[in-house]
Structures are given as structure tokens and as C-alpha cells.
């Protein structure tokens, strides 16, 4: 849909702005000294889903909350705002576009706004990072942050992505459609690269590697991107096993779309034994600063609720040292003899 227009709900003021740095655009909220009142919270939430609705927000936005107007703290807004991107039928979708929450104050109420937004997430916890600053125009890295998702609030439905609730079908093929779950059959060897426009496939003995390039992610390229790793997995180059590298540094529009729709792709029972035996490592590569805070509190929420199969890193260089990447660890199954606690 169209962008929602400028919005004045009383409390605020909200606008949906474009931005020329990564995410492209954000929803720009300056408070204003006047309280809390209903009819401008359900002004905000109406403005709120017209944005999560509209084709600019698809690829992600920040929300950012300016205080530095007014001394009113707005601990009713907040509380009530974070509920509402909690609710059932809106969190996966909040998730998947907001990248993250900007909070700017002024500097001489930082450490205030500091303990009055940890008494509010204690109780009402954010599905995504927080960032508290004193200059819109300021860094939003983890010196910025305070806070992140965390395990405590991870109980929630699987994120989302175009290709979930295949329940009858089987796996996209390359172009992208679905077949009925048969037997598998004959496919003519893969290139060792296939361009989707907004990334290219590299494959080869051991290895799959999807680099992201200057053009829009679709759902159909998703889809044909998901064929083909299907086939790379029924191959030869797969067979004695693999590591898989997403390396988004070139993306137009930095996204964990892909990561996901493809971990969630992997959930699949029958493809998911595939993956645990011969998926070896997997990478991802995002450039250093706020894109990389953004996409470790993304991975940090997926994999509580869908976990990896395999140790993932996240770098900002493929051929960074391990030991300076965060890791996500898979699940540690018990031992098989494990008997009763003594």
C-alpha cells in the first residue's frame, strides 16, 4: 500500500521518513508535552499498520522515538507500544520489519530514560534491539545499544517467511515452483553460478556460497533461490558435506530476509535430516556497525524459537577469525546412555 501521511495523535507526532543509510527509511516519532491519551494511541497503532503495510517498510525500517522536546517520559507509550507489536497476529510481521528502536533524549536525562526504559522492558520486553543516544545523527552500534533480545521473550510463534505452511508440498524446484512431496527425480547438474539478480548462487564441491547484490530481494527470487539450493543438496558437491556462506554485504537493501526464510525453509522434517548430516558450517557476512548489531538481535530471536542444525557465525568478513565473530551453538542432545539424575 501507499505511505501512511503525517500523523499528529496528540502525544506525538509520527512520520514515515526515507533515510539514505541502512534501513532505508524509518518511522520518525518526536514526543510532545501532553499525556498519554486513548484515542491517540489507537492514532498511533492505525499509523503504525499503515506503515507495515506500505511497500516502502517491506524491506525494514527503525522506529525512532525523539524526546528531547519535552521531559514527559511516556513510560505509558512505550509500555503500551511494545504490547502491541507483541500481540499474535502482528509480532512475526513486526519482527520481520523493524529493525530496531532509536530512543534520543536529552543528554542531561540519559541515565533517567536509561532506568525507566529497563523498569519497562523488565516487564514489557521488546522483540528487537534498543538504542539509546543523545544525537539522532549518532552511531547505532553496541556501544549505543541498551538493549537486546533476549531468551525471556523468545516463546513465541516462528518468524514468518513466503515460503512457510508448505505442509503438502514439496520443495520448490529452480524456477521457483512448488511439486507435490514425491520421490525425487533426475535434475541436470547445476552451473557453478546462477545470478537470481539480487544474488549470486556459487557452488561447487563442498561449498554454497549466496552473495548478495545492488537489487530488490522478490518472494519469486526467494523461492528459485530455495529450488536451487534443493538440487545443490541432491549433488555430488554436496554429498561428502558442506558450508554455506551468506555473505549480504551487497545487498541493496541489507535484509535478513533471506537468512530466515531459508532457516525456516530447513525445518522441513525430511530436509532438515539432510541439512544435519551434511551441512558443516554456516556463515554469515553483514557489514560492521549498526547492520551488524540489527542482524545479531535478528539471529538471537530466530534461533531461540528455530534453532540452528550447525554452528553459525556472524562476521564482517568471511575470512575474519572465528574467534572474533558471535556465535550461535545448535542445540546439545543428551547423552544416549544419560540415565535418571543421582
Not at 522478490?218 to 536451487?228: A, H, R, Y
Amino acid at each position: 500500500g501507499p505511505p501512511p501521511a503525517p500523523v499528529d495523535v496528540g502525544f506525538a507526532t509520527l512520520e514515515l521518513r526515507a533515510r539514505e543509510a541502512f534501513p532505508g527509511h524509518e518511522v520518525y516519532m518526536v514526543a510532545k508535552a501532553l499525556p498519554w491519551e486513548p484515542d491517540g494511541v489507537l492514532k498511533m497503532f492505525e499509523f503504525l499498520t499503515s506503515v507495515l503495510e506500505s511497500s516502502e517498510a517491506r524491506e525494514g525500517f527503525i522506529l525512532t522515538y525523539d524526546f528531547r522536546s519535552t521531559i514527559c517520559p511516556h513510560g505509558d507509550v512505550i509500555t503500551d507500544l511494545v504490547s502491541w507489536t507483541l500481540e499474535p497476529n502482528r509480532r512475526a510481521r513486526w519482527q520481520a520489519q523493524c529493525i530496531g528502536w532509536r530512543v534520543v533524549v536529552p543528554s542531561v536525562m540519559y541515565y533517567s530514560f536509561k532506568i525507566l526504559l529497563s523498569s519497562v522492558f523488565f516487564l514489557y520486553p521488546p522483540s528487537c534491539a534498543v538504542y539509546l543516544v543523545t544525537d539522532s545523527a549518532q552511531a547505532l552500534d553496541e556501544t549505543t545499544v541498551c538493549y537486546q533480545p533476549s531468551e525471556a521473550i523468545m516463546a513465541a510463534p516462528i518468524l514468518r517467511s513466503p515460503v512457510h505452511d508448505r505442509t503438502e508440498e514439496g520443495p520448490a524446484d529452480a524456477q521457483g515452483h512448488v511439486g507435490e512431496a514425491k520421490e525425487s527425480k533426475s535434475v541436470e547438474p547445476l552451473p557453478p553460478v546462477t545470478n537470481l539478480g539480487f544474488a549470486e548462487l556459487h557452488q561447487g564441491p563442498g561449498y554454497f556460497k549466496i552473495l548478495g547484490r545492488d537489487q530488490d530481494i522478490t518472494d519469486e527470487g526467494i523461492k528459485s533461490m530455495l529450488g536451487v539450493m534443493d538440487r545443490f543438496t541432491a549433488s555430488a558437491n554436496a554429498r561428502p558435506g558442506f558450508s554455506i556462506t551468506y555473505d549480504l554485504r551487497g545487498l541493496r537493501n541489507p535484509s535478513m530476509q533471506m537468512v530466515l526464510a531459508v532457516a525456516e525453509w530447513g525445518t522441513d522434517p525430511q530436509r532438515k535430516e539432510t541439512w544435519e548430516t551434511l551441512n558443516q558450517a554456516c556463515k554469515v557476512v553483514v557489514n560492521p556497525g549498526f547492520r551488524f548489531s540489527a542482524c545479531k538481535g535478528v539471529l538471537t530471536t530466530f534461533f531461540f524459537v528455530c534453532p540452528p542444525i550447525v554452528r553459525t557465525f556472524l562476521l564482517t568478513d568471511p575470512d575474519e577469525s572465528e574467534e572474533n565473530a558471535c556465535i550461535f551453538e545448535p542445540p546439545v542432545a543428551p547423552p544416549a546412555d544419560a540415565s535418571q539424575p543421582r
